[in-house]
């Protein structure tokens, strides 16, 4: 098959993409240098019964109408609304910090002030961002920011991403904030389940159409040349006119030539233990990185619809510095937010600019951070964009 579009990456970018112009009469190849489809959403049944993600727990959840219609083509669901604890003093206290956590980790008659203090300043069911509650007029809603400051954020920030949380963007903090609310729910999207037979089972109903061509163990830089000066892209040594629509990383597609850009990776321990370990499945340890150097602890199997109760399997996550030659921390998982990256990172946009048939997306081609959903939506615009320029 002669391809009508070249497609690099078979994560939520590039599937959904290559779904809507395959159905549409295009013929797609995809290259995808890993050697299982789903990207970061890969999933697999393990020896326990359990379904374990192998780059750390994905969660579905969106108010997006329009992502939901086009994924539940592809899968079933059932309900699952994720719940988060974390390690903060000894105790386990609801994530994001709630007036549960305040009336878990204060005496009584404090705790019932601080929650009085806060409703007042904010109302009942209000989000609100932990720099946002720091600049707080009311002197008591500051002390209490510096304590959850303290106790939630800024060792988690630090380890999570090598940098204090004043440093980072504040887009990052604000992803957790903290909740004026009894809800304690990590997510409060109108829609939260989990496709029924997992991750990739959905992108095998997804990737399977005639118009669709996939090659694992692929790296797209084997096969693609990039021409500066001429603002092409060749396939195989031929210039590619059609569409290319890129999800891996900016720096690597343009041969690091402006520099490498900062990426957080992860490595996980995994290990199977007898019966269920947490309460949850996830716990946070936003302490400090000697007393536990890892950020958290998931269990995969208390997101299961029926889940083995002999056997689990928990993953310890530990956050290092993305190297691309590294032994660990080998894999991109998160940009780096900071002015010199997203500086940095607006070098190889510039490039891309200049290839009218390239096109980046998703969260390390463009640089941003991307929640599954958001990209779902995303990947269906650029779908589109693409049929209608034809």
């Known amino acids: 098959m002669k391809p009508d579009v070249l497609i690099v990456g078979a994560g939520f970018a590039g599937s959904v993409t290559a779904r809507v112009l395959a159905e549409q009469g295009r013929h797609v190849l995809i290259l995808e240098k890993r050697s299982h489809i789903g990207g970061n959403a890969y999933d697999w049944l393990d020896e326990n019964g359990v379904m374990r993600h192998e780059y750390g727990p994905h969660i579905f959840h969106t108010s997006s109408t329009q992502a939901v219609e086009f994924l539940s083509r592809f899968t079933d669901w059932y309900d699952y609304e994720h719940r988060v604890l974390g390690w903060i003093e000894g105790k386990l206290v609801p994530i ?21 203090v ?8 209000q989000k609100v961002p932990i720099l946002e509650l720091r600049k707080s007029e009311d002197q008591e809603v500051r002390e209490l920011a510096e304590f959850i400051f303290e106790h939630v954020f800024k060792y988690y920030t630090m380890k999570q991403w090598g940098y204090t949380a004043e440093e980072i963007d504040p887009a990052v903090t604000g992803r957790v ?10 997510f409060q999207d109108s829609f939260q389940k989990m ?3 997992g991750f990739t089972a ?9 118009n669709i061509e996939v090659r694992l163990n692929t790296e797209a830089m084997d096969h693609l040349s990039v021409d500066l000066d001429a603002h092409t892209i060749s396939l195989d040594g031929a210039i590619f006119e059609g569409p290319i629509v890129y999800t891996g990383l900016a720096d690597h597609l343009f041969g690091y030539v402006k520099g490498d850009l900062p990426y957080r990776s992860l490595e996980f321990e995994v290990r199977s233990e007898a019966g269920q370990v947490q309460p949850v499945t996830t716990v946070n340890y936003p302490t400090p990185a000697e007393v536990h150097p890892y950020t958290r602890i998931t269990e995969y199997k208390n997101m299961q619809k029926e889940a083995p109760k002999e056997r689990t399997t928990i993953a ?7 190297h691309r030659n590294g032994e660990k921390g080998n894999v991109p998982y998160y940009p780096v937010f900071t002015d010199a990256s997203k500086a940095s990172y607006e070098a190889y946009r510039s490039l891309a600019e200049q290839i009218p048939n390239l096109y980046l ?30």
């Open 316 to 322: 310890v996550e530990y956050p290092y510095a993305y």
């Open 202 to 210: 959905l992108f095998e109903k997804l990737l399977d159409h005639e």
């Open 96 to 116: 994001p910090f709630n007036l549960t956590s305040i009336e878990l980790l204060f005496e009584p008659q404090r705790a019932d002030h601080l929650k009085e």
């Open 361 to 390: 997306l998703g969260r390390l081609a463009e640089y941003k951070y991307y929640n599954m959903d958001a990209i779902v939506d995303a990947a269906l615009a650029l779908g589109r964009e693409l049929l209608e320029k034809e």
């Open 177 to 186: 904030p903290v909740l004026v609310s009894y809800d304690d729910r990590y």
């Open 195 to 197: 496709p029924d037979q």
């Open 118 to 125: 806060l409703i007042r300043e904010y109302g009942m069911e």
